[in-house]
């Protein structure tokens, strides 16, 4: 199912990352602090082109699964 994430600015999107995504913040803990805010820096200038002039809106996808017992 398509969805949007959407947030009142880049910085709460990058946020949210790091709040719902603790793999990737531990993986990037794992690099030199120089490395590490590379890799923000990269993360942000990737992110920037969903950013508007309503906030951060990005596309998303989520799956649906349906079981049967």
């Known amino acids: 199912m398509p969805f949007v994430y959407r947030f009142p600015s880049l910085a709460d999107a990058l946020r949210n990352v790091q709040d719902a995504q603790p793999l990737l913040v531990k993986l ?10 590379a890799a923000w820096a990269e993360i942000n200038q ?7 002039p ?5 596309p998303g996808e989520a799956l649906l699964v349906v079981g049967v017992a």
């Open 28 to 37: 990037l803990g794992e690099l030199s602090e120089d490395d590490r805010a």
């Open 54 to 58: 309503d906030g951060f809106a990005a």
């Open 46 to 52: 990737t992110l920037q082109p969903f950013v508007g």
